[in-house]
C-alpha cells in the first residue's frame, strides 16, 4: 500500500529573466522576515487586536532617547531636550519622553493644551510654531512657557499680553538664514541675513515688558551632514555676540531644532540609510564643536556659556514604531507585474509618500520571488505602500511588517474612507497595553449634528 504524504502546495508557473549580478531590487532577501515585534510574535499581535496595527517599542523608545542625551552631556555642560509633539503626539509616547526628562516643544494651542493635560507643567514647555492665537499667548505668559517669537505681528501681540498681565515675559526669537548645506527654511522666523532678526531682537529689548533671553532656529528636516549644525552654531553663535554688543540683552539659551534624520529611506536616495544617517554621537560633535570654538570669546568676558536647547523628534521615535498589514485581494496588471491589496493605505501611512519603508513578511513565502506594487484600500489612484518590491506570491491573510513608522504618521494620518486603526505599545516587561482604541462610526462622527429637518434620508419631497 503507498504511503500517504502530504501535498506539496502548488505553485503557479513563472518565467523570469535571468541575469548575472544584482539587479534593481538589490541582494535575494529570503532572510529579511519579521516574526517579532520587541519580542512579541506579530502573528500574537495581529490576533489580538486585528489588523492593520500600529505597534510601538517602549524599551527601543526609551534606549534612543538615554543614547541622544548621553550623547550631548558629554560634549556640553547644560543640555534641555524637549519632545517634539508634532512628531508623534499619542500621550504614551510623549509621557514615556517626559519620564527620561524631555520638556513639551509645542507649535500650536492644541498641543500645547495636550502637553498640559498630560501633566507637564508650562515652565516645562518650548512654545514655536507661526500661530499662537491670544489666549493660548495669555496661559502661555502666566505658566511661564518658553515662547519662541515666529512674527512681528506675534511680537507685538505678546507686548499687549505682557502688558495686560503686568509682567515681563522671558521670550527668544526664532531665525532663519542659509547654513550652506540645507534649503532655508525662510518662512519661519526671522531672516538673519537681511537683518531683520536684529530688528525684531531690538525690538524685544527696548520693550519694558518683554526680555530677550534665547534665540532659536530650525534649520531642516532630516537633515544628513552634521556640518549643517556646526554651520549654525557659528551663525546663531556671531548673532548672539552682536545682539548682546548692541544692546543690553544677556542670551541664557540656544535652541537648535530639530532634524536628526532617522534610519529611514528617502525616495529617490539611492544609498541605504545605514550609510548616509549620522549616529547621535556625530550630530552632537559637529554641534558642540562648533558651538565651543564659537563661545571662546564669550567666556573671555566672563559670560556663561549658553545652555543648548534640542528640539528632537524622528530620530528618537521612528524606529521605535512598526504597522503590521494584511494582504486582502492580488490582481495581475496590465504590464505583468503582481499587485497587492493591503488593509492599510497612506490615510494611515502618510510618511508612504516620501519615504520607501521596509516591508518584511512574516515568513517567506513559497514561491518565485516577482516584481511586487504594495496598495492600500482607499479608492484612490495614490494609495501605493510601496510602489515595487521583490517577493514571491502573498496569500489572503499574510501579514507585512512596515518599519520604521513612528514619526509623523499618528500625527499626520487621515480619517479618510477607512478607520484608523488601534496603537498598542509592547511595554518594557513583555506586556502589551492599548494606548489609542481603533476608531469605530460612533467616534467618527462624534461631532457632527445632524438638523432634524435632515434625520430622514429619504423623506417624500413637498
Same mark, same amino acid.
Given at each position: 500500500?503507498?504511503?500517504?504524504?502530504?501535498?506539496?502546495?502548488?505553485?503557479?508557473?513563472?518565467?523570469?529573466?535571468?541575469?548575472?549580478?544584482?539587479?534593481?531590487?538589490?541582494?535575494?532577501?529570503?532572510?529579511?522576515?519579521?516574526?517579532?515585534?520587541?519580542?512579541?510574535?506579530?502573528?500574537?499581535?495581529?490576533?489580538?487586536?486585528?489588523?492593520?496595527?500600529?505597534?510601538?517599542?517602549?524599551?527601543?523608545?526609551?534606549?534612543?532617547?538615554?543614547?541622544?542625551?548621553?550623547?550631548?552631556?558629554?560634549?556640553?555642560?547644560?543640555?534641555?531636550?524637549?519632545?517634539?509633539?508634532?512628531?508623534?503626539?499619542?500621550?504614551?509616547?510623549?509621557?514615556?519622553?517626559?519620564?527620561?526628562?524631555?520638556?513639551?516643544?509645542?507649535?500650536?494651542?492644541?498641543?500645547?493644551?495636550?502637553?498640559?493635560?498630560?501633566?507637564?507643567?508650562?515652565?516645562?514647555?518650548?512654545?514655536?510654531?507661526?500661530?499662537?492665537?491670544?489666549?493660548?499667548?495669555?496661559?502661555?505668559?502666566?505658566?511661564?512657557?518658553?515662547?519662541?517669537?515666529?512674527?512681528?505681528?506675534?511680537?507685538?501681540?505678546?507686548?499687549?499680553?505682557?502688558?495686560?498681565?503686568?509682567?515681563?515675559?522671558?521670550?527668544?526669537?526664532?531665525?532663519?538664514?542659509?547654513?550652506?548645506?540645507? #534649503? *532655508?527654511? !525662510?518662512?519661519?522666523?526671522?531672516?538673519?541675513?537681511?537683518?531683520?532678526?536684529? &530688528?525684531?531682537? %531690538?525690538? @524685544? $529689548?527696548?520693550?519694558?515688558?518683554?526680555?530677550?533671553?534665547?534665540?532659536?532656529?530650525?534649520?531642516?528636516?532630516?537633515?544628513?551632514?552634521?556640518?549643517?549644525?556646526?554651520?549654525?552654531?557659528?551663525?546663531?553663535?556671531?548673532?548672539?555676540?552682536?545682539?548682546?554688543?548692541?544692546?543690553?540683552?544677556?542670551?541664557?539659551?540656544?535652541?537648535?531644532?530639530?532634524?536628526?534624520?532617522?534610519?529611514?529611506?528617502?525616495?529617490?536616495?539611492?544609498?541605504?540609510?545605514?550609510?548616509?544617517?549620522?549616529?547621535?554621537?556625530?550630530?552632537?560633535?559637529?554641534?558642540?564643536?562648533?558651538?565651543?570654538?564659537?563661545?571662546?570669546?564669550?567666556?573671555?568676558?566672563?559670560?556663561?556659556?549658553?545652555?543648548?536647547?534640542?528640539?528632537?523628534?524622528?530620530?528618537?521615535?521612528? #524606529? *521605535?514604531? !512598526?504597522?503590521?498589514?494584511?494582504?486582502?485581494?492580488?490582481?495581475?496588471?496590465? &504590464?505583468?507585474? %503582481?499587485? @497587492? $491589496?493591503?488593509?492599510?493605505?497612506?490615510?494611515?501611512?502618510?510618511?508612504?509618500?516620501?519615504?520607501?519603508?521596509?516591508?518584511?513578511?512574516?515568513?517567506?513565502?513559497?514561491?518565485?520571488?516577482?516584481?511586487?506594487?504594495?496598495?492600500?484600500?482607499?479608492?484612490?489612484?495614490?494609495?501605493?505602500?510601496?510602489?515595487?518590491?521583490?517577493?514571491?506570491?502573498?496569500?489572503?491573510?499574510?501579514?507585512?511588517?512596515?518599519?520604521?513608522?513612528?514619526?509623523?504618521?499618528?500625527?499626520?494620518?487621515?480619517?479618510?474612507?477607512?478607520?484608523?486603526?488601534?496603537?498598542?505599545?509592547?511595554?518594557?516587561?513583555?506586556?502589551?497595553?492599548?494606548?489609542?482604541?481603533?476608531?469605530?462610526?460612533?467616534?467618527?462622527?462624534?461631532?457632527?449634528?445632524?438638523?432634524?429637518?435632515?434625520?430622514?434620508?429619504?423623506?417624500?419631497?413637498?
Amino acid at each position: 500500500m503507498p504511503e500517504n504524504k502530504p501535498k506539496k502546495p502548488w505553485i503557479t508557473p513563472a518565467i523570469s529573466a535571468h541575469g548575472g549580478g544584482l539587479n534593481k531590487f538589490g541582494a535575494a532577501r529570503h532572510h529579511l522576515v519579521t516574526e517579532r515585534i520587541a519580542g512579541v510574535p506579530v502573528d500574537e499581535l495581529g490576533s489580538r487586536f486585528g489588523s492593520p496595527l500600529f505597534v510601538l517599542d517602549e524599551q527601543r523608545l526609551r534606549d534612543n532617547a538615554r543614547r541622544l542625551k548621553s550623547a550631548f552631556a558629554h560634549r556640553w555642560p547644560r543640555v534641555i531636550h524637549a519632545w517634539s509633539y508634532k512628531t508623534n503626539y499619542l500621550g504614551a509616547v510623549c509621557n514615556t519622553l517626559h519620564q527620561e526628562g524631555y520638556l513639551a516643544e509645542v507649535v500650536s494651542a492644541f498641543e500645547y493644551e495636550k502637553a498640559r493635560a498630560l501633566g507637564v507643567p508650562g515652565d516645562k514647555i518650548v512654545f514655536n510654531g507661526p500661530h499662537k492665537p491670544r489666549p493660548a499667548l495669555e496661559r502661555a505668559a502666566r505658566e511661564g512657557a518658553r515662547i519662541h517669537i515666529d512674527n512681528l505681528d506675534e511680537l507685538y501681540l505678546l507686548e499687549e499680553v505682557a502688558r495686560d498681565l503686568d509682567k515681563t515675559v522671558a521670550v527668544a526669537i526664532r531665525l532663519n538664514f542659509d547654513t550652506g548645506y540645507t #534649503d *532655508a527654511w !525662510s518662512r519661519f522666523g526671522f531672516n538673519l541675513e537681511s537683518g531683520q532678526a536684529l &530688528d525684531a531682537a %531690538r525690538r @524685544v $529689548v527696548e520693550s519694558p515688558h518683554l526680555k530677550l533671553t534665547g534665540l532659536h532656529t530650525h534649520i531642516g528636516t532630516f537633515v544628513t551632514d552634521p556640518r549643517a549644525y556646526a554651520a549654525a552654531a557659528h551663525s546663531l553663535c556671531a548673532f548672539m555676540e552682536t545682539v548682546e554688543a548692541q544692546t543690553r540683552a544677556v542670551i541664557e539659551y540656544l535652541d537648535f531644532g530639530g532634524g536628526f534624520a532617522s534610519k529611514n529611506a528617502l525616495q529617490g536616495v539611492y544609498l541605504p540609510p545605514e550609510q548616509i544617517v549620522p549616529a547621535p554621537e556625530q550630530y552632537a560633535e559637529a554641534l558642540c564643536d562648533a558651538l565651543m570654538a564659537a563661545t571662546r570669546a564669550r567666556e573671555a568676558r566672563g559670560l556663561a556659556q549658553p545652555t543648548l536647547i534640542l528640539e528632537t523628534g524622528r530620530a528618537v521615535v521612528d #524606529d *521605535a514604531e !512598526s504597522l503590521i498589514s494584511s494582504v486582502v485581494a492580488n490582481k495581475r496588471l496590465p &504590464d505583468g507585474r %503582481r499587485g @497587492v $491589496v493591503l488593509d492599510a493605505g497612506v490615510n494611515v501611512l502618510f510618511t508612504g509618500f516620501w519615504y520607501h519603508h521596509d516591508v518584511r513578511p512574516v515568513r517567506w513565502p513559497a514561491g518565485i520571488p516577482e516584481e511586487t506594487v504594495l496598495y492600500g484600500p482607499l479608492c484612490m489612484n495614490i494609495d501605493v505602500m510601496r510602489a515595487s518590491i521583490q517577493i514571491p506570491p502573498l496569500a489572503l491573510g499574510d501579514k507585512l511588517v512596515f518599519h520604521p513608522v513612528g514619526a509623523y504618521n499618528n500625527t499626520q494620518w487621515m480619517q479618510f474612507i477607512e478607520y484608523r486603526p488601534a496603537v498598542v505599545m509592547v511595554m518594557q516587561d513583555g506586556t502589551v497595553e492599548v494606548v489609542r482604541e481603533k476608531e469605530d462610526l460612533a467616534c467618527v462622527i462624534a461631532q457632527e449634528r445632524l438638523p432634524g429637518k435632515l434625520a430622514q434620508p429619504f423623506a417624500e419631497a413637498g
